[in-house]
């Protein structure tokens, strides 16, 4: 009679002639793995072709910045012209400006967006009254919903000439109708104050 017992990466064989060890290769290794968890890899495979289809095989469209695209032609088929584009690009004299914003604008969500959730959260945190709780969660989550062409037009509403943000301001005596959506030095506040009033309760 011949008994095998599973041992870390081998196997065990027990024989009336004595004991024989039998190491499994890295193939049956691999094989035995994947029959032990076939379930939990079947479950992957519509997340992996997910990404493959929507996120991976699109990033092979970023080689139409490299080519003269032609349609009748195709991706492939389109003749290669190397940094012809790039160097177009570099060369615009509204492209520093351009980069200079987009980084200025990056920092200044980093500085200012990113530790309002967090400080919402832990205001949220120290009110006692559960119900007043919910309606602050629901109300500060639910313009995460709205799309930004939404979210524009509220704030041409708002922030106009008419709008009742000049009003209040006018109410208040602090002078007025300030230009806020035609004067260059508002965009940036602006840009970042209705984004976190969009996202910081979903956040």
């Not at 041992?7 to 290794?29: A, D, E, F, W």
Request: include cysteine; aromatic fraction near 16%; glycine fraction near 8%.
């Amino acid at each position: 009679m011949r008994y095998t017992v599973k041992v870390g990466n081998g196997m065990i064989g027990l024989n009336g002639k004595g004991v024989t060890v039998h190491r499994l290769s890295r193939k049956q290794r691999f094989l035995r793995a994947l029959n032990r968890d076939k379930y939990l890899y079947l479950m992957f495979i519509l997340p992996l072709a997910y990404y493959l289809v929507f996120c991976y095989l699109p990033m092979y469209g970023v080689t139409l910045a490299f080519k003269t695209f032609k349609p009748r032609l195709g991706i492939l088929g389109s003749p290669w012209i190397g940094m012809k584009y790039i160097n177009m690009i570099v060369r615009d004299s509204y492209f520093w400006q351009v980069f200079r914003n987009t980084i200025v604008l990056n920092l200044l969500n980093l500085l200012f967006a990113f530790p309002a959730p967090i400080i919402l959260a832990l205001l949220l945190n120290e009110v006692k009254k559960t119900g007043y709780k919910r309606v602050v969660q629901t109300a500060s989550y639910l313009p995460h919903f709205l799309s930004s062409v939404v979210v524009v037009r509220m704030m041409i509403s708002f922030l106009n000439s008419e709008g009742i943000v000049n009003r209040m301001l006018g109410i208040m005596g602090l002078g007025g109708p300030y230009a806020f959506l035609t004067q260059p030095q508002y965009f940036r506040p602006l840009y970042i104050l209705s984004g976190i009033w969009q996202n910081c309760g979903w956040s």
